[in-house]
């Protein structure tokens, strides 16, 4: 089954950038794939904000608390644990410089792969009406892969941008932008969610 999806309404809808921080980004391969999914999210980014629809800046940070609540049966995160990675005030996990807040987007800080699972992220859309997501950032199997299943099971019309996710395992980008993601998203490019968004008018 494949989702096909209405013009979308910009009152109701939310573009998701996860985890576009800088210590994230430099998973990528190189600086070039690095710089034009900046520039397409960027582009996804102002177009939403033009039409009226919300913004949501979602990064990886932890505190000290963050840290000594990780249990050591959660195999990835107790490695952040141990380590003391990614730290809340440190420069890696700050956003991109090209798609940093801008005055009225929501900004959100979680301690696991998902948007929604140690946020209030859901809370605040709802209380906002929001009914349908766009997921843009990295990674596709990683923070766009939990975040679009979870949304699913909270009943979020959902759409995942094409030319705005990466991962560093082009194989497993395929599969998931191929098999997975049509079944429960729609999956459109940045030109076609303008589209989407200028036939709402």
Known sequence: MTVTSPELDPRTTALLVLDLQQGV??????PEEQEA?????????????????????VRLGFTEADWAAIPAANPTF????????????DPGTDFHPRVAPEPGDLVVRKTRVGALSTTDLDRRLRERGITTLVVAGLTTGGAVLSTVADAADRDYRLHVLSDGVADPDPHLHRTLMGGVFPRTAHV????GLLSLLRASR
């Open 37 to 57: 999914l900046l520039s397409r999210v960027a582009g996804a980014a102002a177009g939403l904000r033009a039409h009226g629809a919300a913004v949501v800046h």
């Open 25 to 30: 980004l430099a998973s990528l391969p190189g």
């Open 188 to 191: 459109v490019d940045t030109a």
């Open 78 to 89: 107790s490695l952040i644990g141990r380590g003391r990675l990614l730290h809340h005030e």
